[in-house]
């Protein structure tokens, strides 16, 4: 369930990037998400780490470390690709 959950949480952690950081994106809406979907991983990973939760569920933690990550992320991807 858990990597069910964080799929999930990194769609709309993608959407959420895209909406908080607008601007043209190099490859588009399913970069974004997919960068979503990995900002998840990778912010689950971390949260988990430093001890901000943990990776097995769905809640608003999750969505706001997910969102951390994906703007992280995305933020990086633009420099790279720009």
């Known amino acids: 369930m858990g990597i069910i959950s964080w799929l999930i949480s990194g769609l709309v952690a993608?959407?959420?990037?895209?909406?908080?950081?607008?601007?043209?994106?190099?490859?588009g809406l399913w970069a974004t998400i997919l960068i979503g979907i990995v900002g998840a991983f990778v912010g689950g990973f971390i949260g988990s780490l430093v001890g901000l939760g943990t990776t097995g569920g769905l809640s608003v933690g999750s969505i706001l470390t997910a969102v951390g990550g994906a703007l992280v992320l995305l933020f990086i991807y633009r420099k790279v690709k720009s």
Not at 15 to 20: Q, S, T
């Open 14 to 27: 993608g959407a959420l990037a895209k909406w908080i950081m607008p601007g043209d994106d190099p490859s």
